[in-house]
């Protein structure tokens, strides 16, 4: 079984139509959440999501967006209710079996505090050892990784709306997962709302400089 997985959107609906596009024939579409923004919502993404049929859970932006801070944006005479009411039944965890193997779906981490945000190499990978899982799919971090924990396979597609990862050069992306082999392949891809960035002017870490990703300060709450 082939699994299309896509996170981090953003509200960037030109962003998730290319990554439909590279994914190319799936059995199904994965999102990891944060599908809008906490205050703005999109009646396209959220759209196109239902109309694929998406396995779809929650983040933090929809957490505030579906909350008393997210009223106004929910009560805009442009905003769907119907679409608002589909995105608001997602769930925020999602734990079902492909090709006789376990699937976990979460958006920042399985454990409290679930906003964590686990980079590549963070320490707090190896603690996913210990979730019964043969593949846990995450986001919120924006930075694509295959990595394991344990019998488990950790697979962040990377942001399909807002890129953030300089190892990519700042570009968008998204996976396929073969459950059946293991095998994940990444598309990287232009963000179609954003200028091209350079590669070349794109800061690398020094010799010996501190290697673990860690995000800057107070960005939980838009991250």
């Known amino acids: 079984m082939k699994l299309g997985l896509v996170a981090d959107i953003h509200g960037n609906i030109e962003g998730l139509r290319i990554a439909l596009d590279k994914l190319g024939p799936i059995d199904e579409l994965v999102c990891a959440g944060d599908a809008v923004y906490q205050f703005r919502f999109s009646n396209d993404v959220i759209g196109l999501l ?102 488990a396979l950790v697979i962040n597609p990377g942001s399909a709306g807002e890129p953030r990862d300089h190892r990519n050069g700042f570009r968008l992306s998204c996976a396929v997962l073969d459950t059946e082999s293991g095998d994940v392949q990444f598309h990287h891809f232009d963000d179609p709302t954003r200028p091209p960035v350079d590669p070349a002017i794109v800061p690398q870490p020094s010799t010996g400089a501190l290697r673990e990703y860690r995000p800057p300060e107070n960005t939980a709450w838009w991250s």
Do not use: Q
């Open 50 to 151: 239902r109309e694929r049929g998406a396995r779809y859970i929650l983040g933090n932006h929809e957490r505030v967006l579906l909350g008393p801070w997210g009223d106004r944006v929910r009560a805009n005479e442009k905003v769907d209710r119907a679409l608002v009411d589909y995105m608001a039944a997602r769930p925020y965890h999602d734990e079902t079996r492909v090709s006789g193997k376990k699937l976990v779906v979460v958006h920042g981490s399985p454990f409290d505090p679930h906003d964590e945000y686990l980079y590549p190499n963070s320490p707090n990978l190896r603690k996913l050892a210990a979730i019964d899982a043969d593949y846990i799919v995450l986001g919120h971090t924006h930075y694509h990784m295959a990595e394991r924990a344990g019998r």
